[in-house]
């Protein structure tokens, strides 16, 4: 066993030395990594130098913001990042199939909290964090936002850190409702006589533009359900065919069905922003950090005149959902794990996500929100809509349940009939109510 | 002795490699895929599969979602097999006859085969786009009515089928291409001397003699149209609505979203035994037309 160990980790200081070795070699554009640094002994400052981590990521603008950052933690420790990128749903099968078959790689991996975290973390792929945490007082963890760790967390253990957070939010476009004289609505009710008003079709000018595809569109439908009072699960009990509920999938459909573009059904975010961003659609709800497809110039014809404001109220008041995103976790098989959170440590270290907020990456943390620098870089107008919609935020924003893909068909489905026309509502309903709860059973079994 | 021996077994011997390689990278997959239909399993490393017998197959038939992904499958394979059959043969028939640019004409028609599925998969997304997309700018300059093509729940599968048919009816035209060349002239030369117009002599002797070219063609598209995956994943991921969903999507959307790998796999037994019956029936098929001639 020891010695076996022991190869092991001969094994690994080799490489590591060797991959050292072939990149100073190389040449690789001599970015600062500190090539002969990766060879030091240990016990210097630097205990953990020559460790090779890998880091998997998504195609996602924090991504790309930390990898021009990554020399700076090399030099700092002498440990050696790779990272690969991925587009989000190779991500998921990526990790999916090299958990599955027991890798130790990635050591460091992205993922989203919400839509894996539970599956992976009942399925013993991430390490519990609770240990780690505190190790460092500098490190701060109280000042992560208490309801983004919630949903980092499955069953009282921290699965993963979080990097990157959202809320829901109404995008407008300001020169159509001053030129029509309408204020910004506040609720729900405002918005879709403001959306009918603004509807146009024999110009191209469509009311509201929202995600209409079948999946998709249940985390953007989740602040219409807890604005108008109700939840996917209430007590552990599927509760999508409420009264509550069934309002609010009657009014994020219809508000497609009647005031929105042709070919809503097949639009996720992309094409949902996209026609908002051809100046095609007067209102939009979706996730705040996406604000830059509309604000870039060279993204969006109506850069200039995007308006934010806080989701609009509904019978319960307002309620968008504040989650965490993406987090950071360790893999359970990992043999660097120290490594490994050194790494996370650094990566959601105040430093680090004061830069990440800068280049307008949302972060978690609550320093950093209160730091002019670290609101900078988004608009004047979204940073107090940002900070009210964290006070009023609820911390999921689809059914918390391990076969998530499956939950979201069974709730999508339900609006897909208001958006088509066909049958009766609440039937459909009381149909995908009995789909989740299937759900909810299978994961108590 | 042990030469002998050699001489005996050569014939095992040299088929060796490739068997074993269609038994591991064939027959061992399809195995584990059964066995995997008979077991309740998530990939997790916790809690290991559970034995359920046939009960996912049992449900397997009660799901509507998959009997609704099987109809679409087949409404994509029957249309679009006919139509790539038929164009691919007048296709054959034009590249058949001695023109100018015969080469070129050959070598533009095989563009779109070569071509990678997924990446042509969202050049026809953003042609059939509803607002901005070039297929509507085509319609509105020909005075006609713009369309939804892949977010219109019914127009979505006849606009796959043309993406489908675009890209592949080259290779039913290569195949029969290859089979025109090589039929005998003395049958046209009667023909001639009898006074047989082009049209008597196309049904009387060029399909007959293709046939089993046709068969051919028809059997190898018919099993890549069935399993067709890349260009609806690119598209749609068989929306609106499932309206686009066939059996290999349901089977990723099984296997990969809501992680029901027993279920899934159950699911991929049933189109493999599908895909194999139908192949079956071409053959006997193809054995029935080869005796009568």
């Given at each position: 066993m020891r010695t076996h160990g022991f190869v092991k980790l001969a094994a690994v200081v080799a490489t590591a030395v060797s991959l050292a070795a072939c990149s100073g070699a190389g040449g690789n554009g001599g970015a600062g990594a500190p090539q002969d640094g990766a060879a030091s002994a240990p016990g210097s400052d630097k205990p953990l130098a020559g460790t090779e981590l890998v880091l998997v990521t998504a195609n996602h603008p924090w991504s790309e913001a930390l990898t021009p950052l990554l020399p700076e933690f090399e030099q700092a420790t002498g440990i050696k990042v790779k990272v690969e990128n991925y587009f989000e749903d190779q991500l998921t099968q990526k990790l999916t199939v090299q958990f599955t078959a027991g890798s130790a790689t990635p050591d460091v991996f992205m993922y989203r909290p919400l839509q894996e975290g539970r599956l992976f973390f009942k399925n013993g792929w991430v390490t519990p964090l609770n240990d780690y945490v505190n190790q460092n007082a500098d490190y701060d963890f109280a000042d992560f936002s208490q309801s983004a760790v919630g949903t980092t967390t499955v069953d009282g253990k921290i699965a993963g850190i979080p990097i990157v957070t959202e809320r829901e939010i109404l995008y407008y476009r300001k020169d159509l409702l001053e030129a029509a004289g309408i204020e910004a609505p506040k609720t729900i009710d405002d918005l879709i006589a403001a959306a009918k008003q603004l509807h146009d079709p024999s110009r191209e000018m469509y009311g509201f533009v929202a995600r209409g595809q079948r999946s998709p569109l249940v985390t953007q439908l989740s602040s219409f359900i807890f604005s108008e009072g109700g939840d996917f699960i209430t007590d552990g009990k599927a509760s999508i065919h409420t009264p509550e509920a069934v309002?609010?999938?009657?009014?994020?459909?219809?508000?497609?069905?009647?005031?929105?573009?042709?070919?809503?059904?097949?639009?996720?975010?992309?094409?949902?922003?996209?026609?908002?961003?051809?100046?095609?659609?007067?209102?939009?709800?979706?996730?705040?950090?996406?604000?830059?497809?509309?604000?870039?110039?060279?993204?969006?014809?109506?850069?200039?005149?995007?308006?934010?404001?806080?989701?609009?109220?509904?019978?319960?008041?307002?309620?968008?959902?504040?989650?965490?995103?993406?987090?950071?976790?360790?893999?359970?098989?990992?043999?660097?794990?120290?490594?490994?959170?050194?790494?996370?440590?650094?990566?959601?270290?105040?430093?680090?996500?004061?830069?990440?907020?800068?280049?307008?990456?949302?972060?978690?943390?609550?320093?950093?929100?209160?730091?002019?620098?670290?609101?900078?870089?988004?608009?004047?107008?979204?940073?107090?809509?940002?900070?009210?919609?964290?006070?009023?935020?609820?911390?999921?924003?689809?059914?918390?349940?391990?076969?998530?893909?499956?939950?979201?068909?069974?709730?999508?489905?339900?609006?897909?009939?208001?958006?088509?026309?066909?049958?009766?509502?609440?039937?459909?309903?009381?149909?995908?109510?009995?789909?989740?709860?299937?759900?909810?059973?299978?994961?108590?079994? | 002795m042990q030469y002998s021996w050699f001489n005996r077994n050569l014939r095992w011997i040299y088929v060796l490699p490739a068997l074993l390689f269609v038994l591991l990278m064939m027959v061992v997959p399809v195995l584990y895929t059964v066995r995997l239909s008979l077991f309740e399993w998530s990939m997790s490393a916790v809690s290991p599969p559970v034995f359920v017998g046939f009960a996912n197959y049992a449900a397997l038939f009660r799901d509507q979602r998959f009997w609704d992904a099987t109809v679409n499958t087949f409404y994509f394979t029957i249309v679009a097999l006919a139509i790539e059959v038929a164009l691919g043969l007048a296709v054959a028939l034009l590249l058949n006859r001695k023109f100018k640019g015969k080469n070129i004409a050959k070598t533009v028609m095989l563009l779109p085969m070569v071509a990678t599925p997924v990446a042509m998969g969202m050049v026809w997304m953003l042609m059939y786009e509803p607002s901005i997309g070039a297929a509507n700018m085509l319609l509105k300059a020909l005075g006609l009515k713009p369309q939804l093509f892949l977010a219109s729940m019914t127009q979505v599968i006849p606009s796959l089928i043309l993406v489908d048919v675009w890209q592949w009816t080259p290779m039913v035209s290569l195949i029969l291409l290859a089979g025109l060349s090589t039929l005998p002239a003395d049958p046209y030369e009667s023909a001639d001397v009898d006074g047989a117009n082009a049209w008597q002599k196309f049904i009387h002797i060029t399909l007959p003699l293709l046939m089993p070219t046709i068969v051919i063609a028809t059997m190898l598209r018919l099993i890549d149209v069935l399993k067709t995956y890349d260009i609806i994943y690119a598209t749609t991921q068989g929306g609106p609505n499932l309206k686009s969903e066939t059996l290999n999507i349901y089977g990723y959307v099984l296997g990969f979203q809501y992680f029901k790998f027993g279920y899934a796999s159950a699911l991929l037994v049933v189109f493999f035994l599908i895909v194999l019956a139908l192949t079956l029936l071409l053959i006997l098929f193809r054995n029935r037309t080869r005796d009568a001639l």
């Open positions: 309002k609010a999938m009657t009014t994020y459909g219809t508000l497609l069905k009647e005031a929105g573009p042709p070919g809503v059904l097949n639009m996720a975010w992309p094409q949902a922003f996209g026609v908002f961003a051809q100046g095609k659609a007067a209102f939009l709800t979706d996730a705040d950090s996406l604000y830059t497809n509309l604000t870039d110039p060279q993204k969006s014809t109506v850069s200039d005149k995007v308006g934010f404001a806080v989701f609009p109220a509904g019978s319960a008041g307002s309620k968008p959902f504040n989650i965490t995103s993406w987090g950071l976790a360790i893999n359970e098989r990992s043999e660097k794990k120290e490594a490994a959170w050194a790494f996370i440590e650094w990566a959601t270290g105040k430093d680090i996500v004061l830069k990440q907020q800068q280049k307008g990456n949302p972060g978690a943390r609550s320093s950093v929100w209160d730091n002019p620098e670290g609101v900078k870089a988004f608009p004047d107008e979204l940073v107090p809509v940002i900070r009210e919609s964290m006070e009023l935020g609820v911390g999921h924003d689809r059914p918390l349940v391990i076969s998530v893909g499956e939950a979201r068909d069974a709730v999508g489905e339900v609006v897909m009939r208001v958006i088509t026309g066909e049958g009766d509502i609440q039937a459909a309903a009381n149909r995908a109510n009995e789909l989740l709860q299937a759900v909810i059973d299978k994961d108590n079994k | -």
